[in-house]
């Protein structure tokens, strides 16, 4: 049975950021902008907590605990901001956002 190396693990996290970062480029809808924010940053974490495996360390396993605990209050924050805008400008699709006051 064959073991998984670091390289399996940073290209999963590659693969994953990628596919974030295709999604904050292509998509439109602010929701679907933001769940792909999300999705790059827990490809940032799955590469630190790789490298923290493999170095046989817990610094990065560490690191990952602040950020997933930064990245729940970033997700009521964000949510927050987007029923806000929803509220008063009746969408949430970029591309009809042109001001941020009225």
Excluded: K, P, W
Aim: glycine residues 6%; proline residues 0%; hydrophobic residues 60%.
């Amino acid at each position: 049975m064959e073991h998984t190396t670091l390289a399996h693990h940073l290209l999963l996290a590659g693969l994953l950021f990628t596919a974030g970062l295709a999604g904050v480029i292509i998509r439109r809808n602010l929701l679907v902008v933001y769940m792909c924010l999300e999705l790059m940053l827990a490809a940032a974490t799955l590469a630190l907590v790789a490298f923290s495996r493999f170095n046989n360390t817990m610094d990065g396993a560490i690191l990952v605990f602040f950020v997933i605990t930064v990245a729940a209050a970033e997700v009521a924050v964000g949510l927050a901001l987007i029923v806000a805008l929803y509220r008063r400008t009746g969408t949430v699709s970029s591309d009809q956002l042109n001001t941020l006051c009225d």
